[in-house]
């Protein structure tokens, strides 16, 4: 009994737990965000949130550019933080700036971008794990001071 209420009989892993992580928000990221919003540019490009005051156009381009390149970087393990962090600058400007930080319930609630932020914030910090792509460079793409020596 002690056993099943300390959950001891699930195996621990943080690399393994970021790698869940980066899947499940990632991927969810790059299909109903990033992919919608590439496929559906010219009906949302007249229309789509400017908080930046760079146009609607423009603002549209980032947030496929973060919510397509990023969410692909954090999946495959591949700078990973570097597309976290483009996903965390994306989503801070979506929640502040469109939804205003509101996190109440309704059709117009920052709480689905809330949510997506903490997630890749996480990401940015802890990095990918040890289930990624590039090994001998950090998450930025450079070489890391054991690779840089050979």
Same mark, same amino acid.
Not at 36 to 48: C, E
Not at 51 to 58: D, R, T
Not at 83 to 106: K, P, Q, R, T, Y
Not at 141 to 146: D, E, L, Q, S
């Given at each position: 009994?002690?056993?099943?209420?300390?959950?001891? /009989?699930?195996?621990?892993?943080?690399? /393994?737990?970021?790698?869940?992580?980066?899947?499940? /928000?990632?991927?969810?990221? /790059?299909?109903?965000?990033?992919?919608?919003?590439?496929?559906?540019?010219?009906?949302?490009?007249?229309? +789509?949130?400017?908080?930046?005051?760079?146009?609607?156009? @423009?603002?549209?381009?980032?947030?496929? *550019? @973060? $919510? *397509? &390149?990023?969410?692909? &970087?954090?999946?495959?393990? +591949? @700078?990973?933080? &570097?597309?976290?962090?483009?996903? =965390?600058? $994306? &989503?801070?400007?979506?929640?502040?700036? *469109?939804?205003?930080?509101?996190?109440?319930?309704?059709?117009?609630?920052? $709480?689905?971008? +809330?949510?997506?932020?903490?997630?890749?914030?996480?990401?940015?910090?802890?990095?990918?794990?040890?289930?990624?792509?590039?090994?001998?460079?950090?998450?930025?793409?450079?070489?890391?001071?054991?690779?840089? @020596? =050979?």
């Amino acid at each position: 009994m002690k056993k099943i209420c300390q959950v001891c /009989f699930i195996p621990r892993s943080t690399d /393994f737990g970021l790698l869940v992580l980066r899947l499940w /928000f990632g991927l969810t990221m /790059f299909f109903n965000h990033g992919i919608v919003k590439l496929r559906h540019y010219s009906q949302m490009s007249g229309m +789509f949130p400017d908080p930046l005051h760079i146009g609607s156009q @423009a603002s549209l381009i980032l947030a496929i *550019v @973060a $919510e *397509v &390149l990023g969410a692909a &970087l954090v999946v495959l393990g +591949f @700078a990973t933080r &570097l597309g976290a962090l483009l996903l =965390v600058i $994306e &989503l801070s400007i979506v929640f502040f700036g *469109v939804h205003h930080a509101a996190l109440a319930m309704g059709a117009h609630s920052g $709480e689905l971008a +809330f949510l997506y932020l903490g997630a890749f914030l996480t990401v940015l910090f802890a990095g990918g794990g040890r289930f990624v792509i590039c090994k001998k460079t950090n998450d930025l793409g450079t070489p890391t001071p054991a690779s840089a @020596a =050979v």
